[in-house]
T-cell receptor
């Protein structure tokens, strides 16, 4: 079985500062990895995904994440945040062996960007 | 494609009543998921289907919850009887093979 741990439940940061949201996963087989964003009263929207290839993946809104297999991590980063990035962010994992069926989410990290 | 469509967007019901949530996945997607989101428990996977067949329902909290997928374009999540602790936002999502999941806007359920 796989699991996801998001190490920070809340991350406050000032506008234009860099931010890193941490995600670690556990799985006995190879995985696909995802980051989603949820704005208030909305569904989840995909930020970026790692399926294969380069371990550094770029997503929408200037976000990027790096897959580190040895540390089983997939941390999300942005060099300079905006007020509009205030939202909840979810890391998710699915296993490759059954062609990526079950999708498990972490508990979420609430990013709060202050002026 | 209009994306994943859920109905209703909001539902307020009295304890003991039956509640049915509906979902239309994206055409061509093989997987359909039902999630429940609460402040206390975060985003929980309740059940998922592959090609209309339930694969894993270990997240369904109890027998009051049931889900069906009679065809590739429709799924329901039913709670009977409903209880106040079932109040949450319920999300439906669908995905193709080896792709990301696409989420609906959710149904906010309030049981009073």
């Amino acid at each position: 079985a796989q699991s996801v741990t998001q190490l920070d439940s809340q991350v406050p940061v000032f506008e234009e500062a860099p931010v890193e949201l941490r995600c670690n996963y556990s799985s006995s087989v190879s995985v696909y990895l995802f980051w989603y964003v949820q704005y208030p009263n909305q569904g989840l929207q995909l930020l970026l995904k790692y399926l294969s290839g380069s371990t550094l993946v770029k997503g929408i809104n200037g976000f990027e994440a790096e897959f580190n297999k040895s540390q089983t991590s997939f941390h999300l980063r942005k060099p300079s945040v905006h007020i509009s990035d205030t939202a909840e962010y979810f890391c998710a994992v699915s296993q490759r062996n059954n062609q990526g069926g079950k999708l498990i989410f972490g508990q979420g990290t609430e990013l709060s960007v202050k002026p | 494609d209009a994306g994943v469509i859920q109905s209703p967007r909001h539902e307020v019901t009295e304890m003991g009543q039956e509640v049915t949530l509906r979902c239309k996945p994206i055409s061509g997607h093989d997987y359909l998921f039902w999630y429940r989101q609460t402040m206390m428990r975060g985003l929980e996977l309740l059940i998922y289907f592959n090609n209309n067949v339930p694969i894993d329902d270990s997240g369904m909290p109890e027998d009051r919850f049931s889900a069906k997928m009679p065809n590739a374009s429709f799924s329901t999540l039913k709670i009977q009887p409903s209880e106040p602790r079932d109040s949450a936002v319920y999300f439906c999502a669908s995905r193709g093979i080896s792709t990301e999941a696409f989420f609906g806007q959710g149904t906010r359920l309030t049981v009073v």
